[in-house]
């Protein structure tokens, strides 16, 4: 037996449950097991067992479950009983088919395919004709009376057996099978003929010789228990692990493996092989949607040797089978009651039905099939909240492209990185792009078009419309900043050859050169020929408002949005927001007309000065204010007081440094001088070698307390003013990074002195709460005390989450890779809330603060306000709001929705995975 791959501790972690069938069988018209099995039988082997049960034509075979594969990830190995259970239902597979595995004239071949609970695109890839050894392909040659695609079937089982259970890597075969290629002047593998094969067949064994030592297995049973055991290794994989962390699926399930008789679907004209949706998976729209090649085998329709055909053709060419198909999907998805993703072999005529399985879809289709479907009488309204997944909703908010008016030629598909649409003329280099771009007037559309991007390719990024790359994942960089900047990205679109030295993009047999016009759809991933329209962001769109409309009355969590300015403000409430949870006052200061200003004051070295700097900025910042209030009216507004470093304001050290020499070197007269020498000694007084843990929050308005009172008296001023011109006005001032009570005192104090100082001068009074930002562990420990003095809380889960951790947010990607690599953590805390370690302190500071003051006003501000995990957490801890950046709005709005739904319908989050 082999090293166990899990630890002893976390193999006490796997649940010993002694499985007495391990082994499921599905033929003749009957399964063991069925569709709800998915926890056992993984979703492809439940599908299969339900559809055969269902009277479907469906190629029989067994299934191996799960806890096979958990024995086989405690112990090394699977016990004798799994062994022995699967040969009994192989010999149950051979009887019923009348033909042995690997022997005989008409030799049983099957594939071996692996199948988890949760469909896994990182797992092993699917070994087909397994079974074929050097003599059942001369007698699959004489049966089928096709010797090349005999040979064919049995160089792709070398290849993939070779490649997947023996780990050789795919251009070990490519090559070979290149050069053959090369040396018959064949331009398509089809060209090349049944004795070409055979060579490439005895030179991939050379190859498997050579890798691995051995030769390649040609005892049948051998094979599949090799097969076998690398799907259950395949869970483990680096691939499968990443895609579970990103998609939260248990490490601990582990996969099933289905061995299923083969059909063929490339034994000539009357054969093919297709995939399908019950329903178009990107629209929405009630169409059957599929694509199939004759004479091709699995996986020909998906890796893009040659191009599919649209399923309407199939009626031409056999309507009775194209009838009996739509027939079958029809009754699945009705069974389903979801939008199916299907998989069909036609062999001589005959159909067959490989798989089905709920389908994923885009936000919009994921919208609009679920309203359908309630029109339909599949599903309730209640059903149908939880058809979307929060976050799809963000493709209502970003522009897509308009298909209707012109052809579409997609050119390759890539990874969805980053969701909109974006059409342009393509440039090689970010330099070519800032050039390109333009500006103003000449603004001109451009998409970089690059392998991969790295950091210095930022300035292209930013001016261009959409970034197209060849290779990365959803991880990539090109992805990541790309999200960030809310700018759409088609990443790791591998039939795209970029040739950056010659400014080139090959594809489909195409050439694109720069100036050329392509257009991306970052919500599916596609690359599309030629210059399309868009269409704008539709936040407004009457299904998108129908699903909101059903799912609203659930909803407990009131939804605010983080902005700073009026624009923001007005954009988050278009979203729906119910109020800012966070206005963050700094961004007004690093304006240009306001930076002098704000320089002036932290210069300043006596309160007298600062005094006259503040001055300055009190209008400006009034004005802002004013803005803000306007558009909330009749919502809370929650204004933090300054919180960053004040040097965060202050040229760089080291630019400094260098100016100043430069300047003594070259004008040791200049008045510039003068200027600068002060600037850097303050620099110099105000460096701190931790200044996330320094002199910032609340500290900044104790130690310079006119700060907190000029903030103070723009907040009152602007309210009393909009009050009179009849503004609803609720501004909350929110004092950030407090540890004690007596913090909280002293600024609170400040405020309200100011408030009264306003509503005397003015003759008029707003209603107003001071409350304060819960970001430091002790805070939430004596939340209790600080309530005393604290209207409302607001826990600032960036800073909570760096103070409780003690991982610095900017740094911790040093450390976070390797940490999610390990499992030590599963996700990244700053995305995903912490439930275990911040959420327990959030728990307990709500308890404790609402002990001192039954009213407590609570909310949680930061990134994890917008990201649905969260939102259910602070659903259940019974927070009052959430509030996010003005994008994530609706996808907070559904999240909390659906989780008070989860509640009342008692349903576990009747989700679609
Ligand atoms: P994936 O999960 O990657 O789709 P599958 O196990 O579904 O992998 O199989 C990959 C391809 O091989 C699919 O096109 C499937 O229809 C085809 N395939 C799998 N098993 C058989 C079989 N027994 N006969 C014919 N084709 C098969
Ligand atoms: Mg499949
Ligand atoms: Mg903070």
Redesign the pocket.
């Known amino acids: 037996m082999a090293t166990p791959i899990l630890s002893e501790t976390e193999s006490q972690l796997v649940p010993s449950k002694s499985a007495a069938k391990y082994v499921y069988f599905f033929g003749g018209g009957k399964a063991d097991g069925n569709g709800k099995m998915k926890d056992e039988l993984g979703g492809?082997g439940a599908g299969l067992a339900e559809m055969t049960n269902a009277g479907l034509p469906v190629?029989p075979?067994f299934t191996i479950q799960t806890e096979a594969c958990r024995e086989y990830m405690r112990h090394g190995g699977v016990s004798e009983e799994v062994n022995r259970q699967m040969e009994e239902a192989l010999a149950h597979l051979e009887e019923l088919q009348k033909q042995k595995l690997g022997k005989g004239d008409n030799p049983l071949l099957?594939?071996v395919?692996?199948?988890a609970k949760f469909?896994m695109p990182g797992m092993m890839?699917?070994i087909?004709n397994l079974g074929l050894n050097d003599q059942s392909v001369q007698a699959l040659a004489r049966r089928s009376n096709n010797p090349r695609f005999a040979a064919d079937s049995y160089r792709r089982l070398i290849q993939m057996f070779g490649n997947v259970v023996l780990e050789i890597p795919k251009s070990a075969f490519d090559e070979v099978f290149d050069a053959k290629k090369k040396h018959k002047k064949a331009k398509l593998d089809t060209d090349l003929d049944a004795k070409a094969l055979k060579e490439v067949i005895e030179e991939y064994k050379k190859v498997v010789k050579k890798h691995v030592k051995r030769d390649f297995p040609q005892d049948p049973h051998e094979q599949l228990v090799m097969a076998r055991d690398a799907v259950f290794r395949s869970w483990q994989n680096e691939r499968a692990k990443h895609y579970r962390r990103i998609n939260n699926i248990d490490d601990m399930l582990g996969t099933a493996v289905?061995v299923?008789?083969?059909?063929?679907?490339n034994l000539g004209e009357t054969s093919g092989?297709g995939?399908g949706f019950t329903r178009n998976p990107a629209t929405g729209v009630k169409e059957f949607y599929g694509e199939f090649l004759m004479n091709a085998?699995?996986?020909d329709?998906?890796a893009g040797i040659r191009t599919p055909v649209h399923i309407s053709e199939l009626e031409k060419i056999m309507p009775q089978v194209y009838q009996q198909l739509h027939e079958i999907t029809t009754r699945l998805e009705q069974h389903y009651r979801d939008l199916q993703d299907f998989?069909f072999?036609i062999q001589d005529g005959k159909l067959y039905m490989?798989?089905t399985r709920n389908g994923k879809r885009t936000g919009r289709a994921a919208v609009r099939v679920a309203i359908q479907m309630v029109d339909e009488g599949l599903i309730t309204k209640d059903e149908a909240i939880f058809r979307v997944e929060p976050n799809q909703l963000y493709d209502f908010l970003v522009p897509r492209l308009d298909e209707k008016k012109t052809k579409v030629e997609v050119l390759a598909t890539g990874l969805p990185a980053s969701p909109g649409a974006a059409v342009g003329q393509i440039v090689f280099t970010a330099d070519e792009a800032v050039e390109k771009a333009g500006h103003a007037a000449k603004k001109n559309p451009v998409i970089l078009v690059r392998a991969e991007t790295t950091p210095e390719d930022i300035h292209g990024m930013v001016v261009a419309a959409g970034i197209l790359t060849s290779r990365g994942g959803m991880t990539s960089h090109a992805a990541v900043v790309t999200r960030g900047m809310g700018k759409c990205c088609v990443a790791g679109a591998g039939d795209i050859h970029v040739d950056e030295k010659r400014r080139e993009m090959q594809v489909k047999g195409q050439v694109f050169r720069q100036g050329d016009w392509i257009s991306l759809d970052g919500t599916t991933g596609r690359v599309i020929k030629g210059k399309l329209d868009t269409l704008e962001a539709s936040p407004d769109d009457p299904e998108l408002q129908t699903i909101m409309g059903w799912a609203e009355p659930f909803r407990k969590l009131k939804v605010r949005a983080n902005a700073d300015i009026p624009r923001d403000a007005i954009q988050a409430r278009a979203f729906g927001a119910e109020g800012i949870g966070l206005c963050r006052t700094e961004h007004m200061f690093f304006a240009e007309d306001r930076i002098p200003h704000m320089r002036a004051m932290i210069l300043a070295n006596n309160e007298k000065d600062r005094r006259a700097a503040l001055k300055k900025l009190l209008p400006m910042q009034r004005s802002d204010f004013i803005g803000v209030f306007k558009a909330m009216d009749g919502l809370p507004v929650t204004i933090r007081t300054l919180d960053p470093p004040l040097h965060e304001f202050l040229p760089r050290r080291e630019d400094l440094m260098v100016e100043i020499a430069v300047l003594e070197a070259t004008k040791p007269k200049s008045s510039k001088l003068k200027e600068l020498r002060p600037l850097l000694r303050r620099v110099e007084e105000l460096h701190e070698f931790n200044p996330m843990l320094g002199h910032r929050g609340c500290r900044l308005g104790i130690t310079y307390p006119e700060i907190t009172e000029m903030q103070a008296r723009a907040i009152f001023e602007a309210a009393v003013a909009v009050a009179k011109d009849g503004v609803k006005v609720h501004p909350e001032v929110m004092i950030p990074l407090t540890a004690t009570l007596k913090e909280m005192a002293n600024q609170a104090g400040v405020v309200n002195r100011v408030a009264q100082e306003v509503f005397k001068e003015k003759g008029m009074t707003v209603p107003y709460m001071v409350g304060t930002m819960i970001e430091l562990p002790r805070a939430a420990l004596v939340a209790g005390e600080i309530a005393q003095e604290a209207q409302f809380f607001s826990f600032g889960t960036n800073d909570l989450t760096q103070t409780t951790f003690g991982f610095s947010r900017d740094d911790v990607n040093k450390v976070l890779p390797t940490y999610l690599a390990e499992g030590i953590l599963k996700q990244d805390p700053f995305a995903v809330l912490d439930r275990e370690g911040v959420g327990q302190l959030i728990k307990m500071a709500t308890e404790r603060g609402r002990k001192t003051r039954a009213d407590l006003k609570v909310g949680i501000c930061g990134e994890h306000g917008g990201e649905p995990s969260s939102v259910e957490f602070c659903h259940q801890t019974g927070l009052n709001y959430v509030s996010c950046s003005p994008f994530r709005v609706l996808t907070a709005r559904l999240a909390a929705a659906q989780a008070a739904a989860t509640d009342k319908l008692k349903v576990e989050g009747g989700r679609t995975k």
Request: hydrophobic share 35%.
């Open positions: 492809k190629p075979g099957v594939s395919r692996s199948g469909s890839d699917t087909l289905n299923q008789a083969m059909v063929f679907g092989t995939v085998q699995g996986e329709v998906v998989e072999t490989l798989q």
